[in-house]
T-cell receptor, first 114, second 113 residues
């Protein structure tokens, strides 16, 4: 078990460019979550998947944000036409199904939009 | 809707002193509660969780937390702080039947020699 891995760890981009982050969850976990964390704030929920189904996406910040998990394994989070306000740490987490299961987090992908 | 309030964005203690980080929650249904720790430029690591069994929960690194329904609190404590405890701590709530965690804003713990 190698834990949750995220790639890239750091991304610097110019405003208006598209960026994509990848998350590989713990292999036996069927739930995958995306959170955003800005400086001085706790993680803010964006979206989550159970297997390949995206069960909650209303919290995505705008229609520039989209996420996929095509085969129920890894997931990607894409931000189109980035803005400076998108600069943040994007965290991925995975868990087993069930209320009491804790989320296991990756180390995050830090986005800086210039 | 559920929410978490962490009192104090920064808490400073001396090495060897008691650590107390406060967390209050609101939830319309019985909650499951979690404390996570985050070191600089790293992801979040689970310290402990309350899942409706014992109200006093013991976690890693000598931390523990007590669920008090009447006070809607889940404060984190450690009898004796160590320099390595310096980090940011997040309280989170997951109401029963929900699939996602809602986090507080975090408390930065500073430990001085």
């Amino acid at each position: 078990d190698t834990g949750v891995s995220q790639d890239p760890r750091h991304k610097i981009t110019k405003r208006g460019q598209n960026v994509t982050f990848r998350c590989d969850p713990i292999s036996e976990h069927n739930r995958l979550y995306w959170y955003r964390q800005t400086l001085g704030q706790g993680p803010e929920f964006l979206t989550y998947f159970q297997n390949e189904a995206q069960l909650e996406k209303s919290r995505l910040l705008s229609d520039r944000f989209s996420a996929e998990r095509p085969k129920g394994s890894f997931s990607t989070l894409e931000i189109q036409r980035t803005e400076q306000g998108d600069s943040a740490m994007y965290l991925c987490a995975s868990s087993l199904e069930g209320d009491t299961g804790e989320l296991f987090f990756g180390e995050g992908s830090r986005l800086t939009v210039l | 809707a559920q929410s978490v309030t962490q009192l104090g964005s920064h808490v400073s203690v001396s090495e060897g002193a008691l650590v107390l980080l406060r967390c209050n929650y609101s939830s319309s249904v019985p909650p499951y509660l979690f404390w996570y720790v985050q070191y600089p430029n790293q992801g979040l690591q689970l310290l402990l969780k309350y899942t409706s069994a014992a109200t006093l929960v013991k976690g890693i690194n000598g931390f523990e937390a007590e669920f008090k329904k009447s006070e809607t609190s889940f404060h984190l404590t450690k009898p004796s702080a160590h320099m390595s405890d310096a980090a940011e701590y997040f309280c989170a709530v997951r109401p029963s039947g929900y699939s996602t965690l809602t986090f507080g804003k975090g408390t930065m713990l500073l430990v001085s020699p």
